[in-house]
């Protein structure tokens, strides 16, 4: 970054870092991909009812997407084709394949959605089904 530029640069946490530095240093997008991933959960359980995450046959399904989600993902931010800044992510700038709030090269953060987006398609779709399934 220029040093110009307003962003306050990543500085790792010390090892007795308190909950409030933590909370302190999560990012916009860090927050926002949790609350996408429990707001699904919630929508599925509690506003849709379908319980989706309570079945092994979605969990099953959610593992081919998640191995597809991680491959393209990874690919792109592994071949530095894609960055984040370290200031909108929970690790670094650095690029690994596992750690520092990545895996398989991708964010968390993009897991996280990804999930929220995958359950809440499939939530709504077995709901909308379940409503327009003909009754005998």
Not at 76 to 93: H, N
Not at 106 to 134: I, K
């Amino acid at each position: 970054l220029p040093a110009s530029s307003r962003l306050k640069q990543w500085q790792p946490l010390s090892a007795g870092a308190t909950r409030h530095e933590v909370l302190r240093r999560m990012s916009a997008y860090t927050i926002a991909s949790g609350l996408a991933a429990l707001i699904a959960v919630c929508a599925d359980l509690l506003v849709l009812h379908t319980a989706l995450v309570r079945s092994r046959t979605w969990w099953m399904a959610y593992g081919i997407v998640v191995f597809f989600q991680l491959l393209a993902n990874g690919w792109l931010t592994g071949r530095g084709i894609v960055r984040y800044s370290d200031a909108a992510i929970m690790g670094s700038e650095r690029i690994v394949f596992f750690g520092d709030g990545r895996v398989a090269y991708a964010p968390v953060e993009d897991l996280a959605f990804g999930f929220a987006l995958v359950l809440t398609s499939c939530a709504v779709w077995a709901w909308a089904g379940a409503r327009t399934l003909p009754t005998s």
